[in-house]
């Protein structure tokens, strides 16, 4: 399902309803959570919490750096939680909270993919989205570019 929207609020209205309320339920939970310095826009047909160009304009892909991201996928939605990605204890840690709630764990390397917003546990998600201020992320992306080098 690739949605094509210029705002987050334009994403939302092109969503059927049911998806609608799924999507605009974790979309406040990530907007209340996140912490100061990341933009909400859509990008890649998805909405998108990002560090904008005029803060970090030295992306590799010329794009802004992609904090979280939620998606509505044909079957599915996803959640991509880039903080996990770059750090074993937040993973270990968030894997630890859907065991503790008694819910499956279906992921990628970021991808959180759920079918209700009864698959996550919300204090978890919101634990992870508020974990990693902007100055953290760009320091840890900047340590992964060299490394990468």
Do not use: W
């Not at 339920?25 to 959570?33: F, Y």
């Not at 970021?110 to 009864?118: D, E, H, P, Q, S």
Request: charged share 25%.
């Amino acid at each position: 399902m690739q949605i094509k929207a210029s705002s987050p609020q334009a994403y939302l209205k092109a969503l059927p309803p049911e998806r609608r309320a799924v999507v605009a339920k974790l979309r406040a939970l990530i907007r209340k959570h996140l912490p100061k310095g990341y933009a909400e826009a859509v990008r890649f047909g998805m909405l998108s919490y990002e560090v904008p160009l005029r803060r970090f304009p030295g992306t590799y892909n010329k794009q802004p750096l992609c904090y979280v991201a939620l998606a509505a996928q044909k079957n599915y939605y996803a959640l991509y939680l880039m903080c996990l990605y770059g750090s074993r204890a937040r993973m270990r840690a968030f894997e630890a909270a859907f065991k503790r709630a008694g819910k499956k764990l279906d992921m990628g390397k970021c991808c959180v993919r759920f079918k209700a917003l009864g698959d996550l546990p919300l204090e978890a998600v919101a634990e992870t989205v508020a974990s990693v201020p902007v100055d953290a992320y760009l320091k840890a992306y900047e340590a992964a570019r060299k490394r990468a080098r």
